[in-house]
Structure formats: structure tokens, C-alpha cells
């Protein structure tokens, strides 16, 4: 510290601005042997605005949570900087690498990795099963920004997105968490790559997820509240890869998303691929049968390519007594290719229903929709419930590229559906 202040006081002598002063007065942070999380965390808890991490000849260890509880705060991991979990570390079930818990707080590694040890957190002799081990967890942090950070092998997510903490018996002061999450890279993850619980103004770009696997949901990302003062609020992925997961590349799950205080969603994919992922390219299952109490609002898929699922291309699961009251979900320039691989059992699209009264309800694939295909099946299938339940509002136009020419059944239980296929 010393030095910090002979800079400042060497740069006022010679009559620099006082941003000059602020980045030569940037802390940085001394490698040392064994574990680093508490000089990293002296640094971070001194309140300056940058801290940065350099390149060491070696990884620098982390052996606990480093907590981010300074706002307005830049933590720069420099190019080659290997962040490494120390091994037999993090035992605790919801111990994260990071927690983020103020805001405006970024976080920027380009060509710098974290790492955590997955296997031995999936080894019961070693360590008790858990699917929290998150790398980076965002806690009511607002306007954060996480960019060019490669993050890989955790015991839970890579992100980590959802609502502040709380006390016991009470709400949280905050809500959700906002931000942008740009170029990173977060693969082979024992849960996630990414989950959403709770955001809003979230913006996902450049960004690659892949190889999720060992507990479910063992997706690429999971957009899934469990409370209805959650926000699934103008959330934004564009340009992003899911890629080999275990399960699904993009998964929603809404069921839990019911009650008095729920908020309409606004969640949009632009410009995204899933490929070569377990099962579904994409999951949404929409309601909670029987219920009507679940958001309005829409859910926007747009450019997107889906290829090599094991499963289905898309799989959605509908059920909603009153379409009136619900969400739309819509479909532009979509393309699938060769999905459902495992066997004809899955389709390209598969849409479903309970035994509960509710309807499949508000889908629109859009006007340029194609579906490449060379099995012999429907490019389209409705299960039976959803077929004695009835359709309703749901329309486009999909183009299906098979020589099979097996045509899809939608049931008789239509209620303003003009949804068509050509050849």
C-alpha cells in the first residue's frame, strides 16, 4: 500500500489528471504459494476500483468462496491467469468459487480460465453429493458484467443468476440480478452451464455452453424460478452455442413460476445454435396442469439453428385452462436438422399435454420454419392428451424436407389453429 500512495503522490507532483492517478494506483494482487483466496479478498475489500489478478508461473489456488462486495469494482484476471480450486476444498454444499453480491461489479479474463476439480466432487468417498458448486454465483448483483472468462469443471453451474440473499422467514431486499454475460466459455459442468432462477435486463451474447453432465438438469442453460416474486424479465441471449450437453442445450422450466405475484416474461434467443445435445435442442414446459395463475408475456426464439439432438428438435409441454391468460411463444428462421436421432420414438417437434383440463395454447412457428428430416415419422407429433385436450392458437408455416412424407396429426380438438406443412 505504501507504493500505492507514493505513486498517487508522485503523479499529483507532476500534475497528471486524476484518472491517471486512479489507474496507476490499481491494486494488484501478489501471487503466493498454497491458497490466494484471502489476498485476493484483502484486495477486493479494499473498495479500489480496479484489482487485478497478472499471470503466475503458476495456477493461482482458491480454497474458499471469495465474496465480490464492493460496487463498483473491476476484478481484470490477465491473459493467461488459471484461477484452480485447491484440491479438497469447497466442501461445504453451496460452496462457490465467486459470489457476487454488489452491483456494477465486472468481472474480465479474456484468454484466463477458472477451474474446479468435478470429478472428485462427484466422488461420494470424497466429497458429499451436491449440484451447487457453482463457479461464479450472482446474488441480487446488479449490472455486473462477466466477459471473456473461460469456466470449466465445477460441482454445480458455471453462472450462477438469481435473487439476493435473504433472511430467514423473509423476502429478499433484491430480487434479481442484471447484467451482461459476453464471450464465455462454460463447459463440461456437473449441472449447468448456465441457470437463471431470477433476472432481469439480462443480456447473454458470444457465449458457448457445453458438455453439462452428471446431475439433471445437465443442460447448457436453465431458465427455472422457484417463487413467484422472481423475474424472468427482458433476458437477452444472442450469438450463443449450446453445445454436447448430457440433456438439453436450452432448457425453460415454468412450472414452479405460479401465484399472485408472478411477472410477465420477456425471454428472447437470437442467432443461436444447439447441437449435438442428449436430448432436446429445446425444452419448454410451460405450465403446471390444471393451474392458470402462471406469467404472461412471451418467449421470442428467432434464427436460431437446432441439429443433432437425441431427442426432439423442440420439445414443448403446454397445459393452460385460459390461453387468454397466459404466455405466447413464437418461432422465426428457425432451422432443424437430423434431430431426434436416438430413434423414431422422438420427433423433430414434439408437443404435449397432461391428463389435466388445459390446453396446448399461443404458438406461432413463424412463416420460414424448416425441417430437414430422414426418418420415418412426423415432423410434428401431439401426444394423445393433448389431443383430446384440444389446440388453441397455434400457427405458421413449416417446411419439412423428408422423403418419408409422413404427415403430422394434430386431432380434431382445434380451436384457432392454422398451423401448415408443406413440402
Not at 491517471?20 to 501471487?31: E, G, L, N, P, R
Not at 466442501?91 to 479474463?109: F, I
Not at 453462472?159 to 464465455?184: C, E, M, T, W
Not at 418461432?331 to 436438422?337: A, E, G, V, Y
Request: proline fraction near 4%; charged fraction near 20%; glycine fraction near 8%.
Amino acid at each position: 500500500m505504501k507504493s500505492k500512495y507514493l505513486i498517487s503522490c508522485l503523479t499529483m507532483v507532476a500534475g497528471l489528471s486524476l484518472s491517471t492517478q486512479a489507474a496507476m494506483a490499481d491494486i494488484v494482487v501478489k501471487w503466493q504459494p498454497g491458497d490466494n483466496a484471502a489476498n485476493i479478498q484483502k484486495a477486493i475489500d479494499s473498495g479500489d476500483s480496479t484489482v487485478i489478478i497478472p499471470k503466475a508461473a503458476q495456477p493461482w489456488l482458491v480454497g474458499e468462496t471469495i465474496y465480490a462486495k464492493q460496487a463498483n469494482q473491476k476484478i481484470v484476471f490477465q491473459p493467461g491467469v488459471v484461477m484452480l480450486a485447491q484440491k479438497g476444498a469447497f466442501k461445504p454444499k453451496t460452496a462457490n468459487m465467486v459470489t457476487v453480491l454488489a452491483d456494477n461489479v465486472t468481472l474480465s479474463g479474456y484468454d484466463a480460465k477458472f477451474r474446479m476439480r468435478k470429478a472428485d466432487y462427484q466422488n461420494p468417498n470424497l466429497y458429499e453429493p451436491s449440484q451447487f458448486r457453482h463457479i461464479i454465483a450472482f446474488r441480487g448483483a446488479n449490472n455486473f458484467v462477466v466477459e471473456g472468462l473461460t469456466l470449466q469443471d465445477s460441482g454445480g453451474d458455471g453462472l450462477f443468476i438469481s435473487h439476493g440473499q435473504s433472511q430467514k422467514n423473509q423476502l429478499p431486499a433484491k430480487k434479481y440480478s442484471s447484467g451482461i454475460v459476453r464471450d464465455v466459455i462454460s463447459r463440461n459442468h456437473h449441472r449447468l452451464g448456465m441457470s437463471i432462477m431470477s433476472a432481469q435486463d439480462l443480456l447473454v451474447e458470444n457465449s458457448t455452453f457445453q458438455g453439462s453432465s452428471g446431475t439433471k438438469p445437465a443442460s447448457g442453460v436453465d431458465i427455472e424460478p422457484d417463487h413467484d416474486w422472481q423475474k424472468l424479465a427482458n433476458i437477452k441471449f444472442i450469438n450463443n452455442k449450446f453445445i454436447n450437453n448430457q440433456r438439453n442445450g436450452i432448457q425453460i422450466g415454468l412450472i414452479r413460476y405460479r401465484g399472485n405475484n408472478v411477472s410477465d416474461i420477456s425471454i428472447s434467443f437470437d442467432g443461436c445454435t444447439s447441437t449435438g445435445n442428449g436430448e432436446d435442442g429445446i425444452s419448454i414446459n410451460a405450465h403446471e396442469p390444471g393451474f392458470t395463475d402462471g406469467p404472461k408475456g412471451f418467449i421470442d426464439v428467432k434464427n436460431c439453428n437446432i441439429a443433432s439432438s437425441g431427442e426432439n428438435g423442440i420439445f414443448i409441454k403446454s397445459d393452460h385452462k385460459n390461453p387468454v391468460d397466459t404466455f405466447q411463444i413464437n418461432f422465426d428462421d428457425i432451422t432443424l436438422k437430423n434431430t431426434a436421432t436416438k430413434s423414431t420414438e422422438f420427433f423433430p417437434i414434439s408437443i404435449q399435454n397432461s391428463l389435466e383440463p388445459g390446453v396446448v395454447c399461443n404458438i406461432d412457428f413463424g412463416k420460414k420454419f424448416s425441417i430437414t428430416d430422414n426418418k420415418n415419422r412426423p415432423a410434428l407429433y401431439v401426444n394423445n392428451p393433448a389431443k383430446k385436450q384440444g389446440l388453441t392458437n397455434v400457427h405458421g408455416t413449416i417446411q419439412v424436407n423428408n422423403s418419408q412424407k409422413k404427415e403430422p396429426s394434430l386431432g380434431n380438438n382445434l380451436n384457432n389453429v392454422t398451423l401448415k406443412f408443406t413440402n
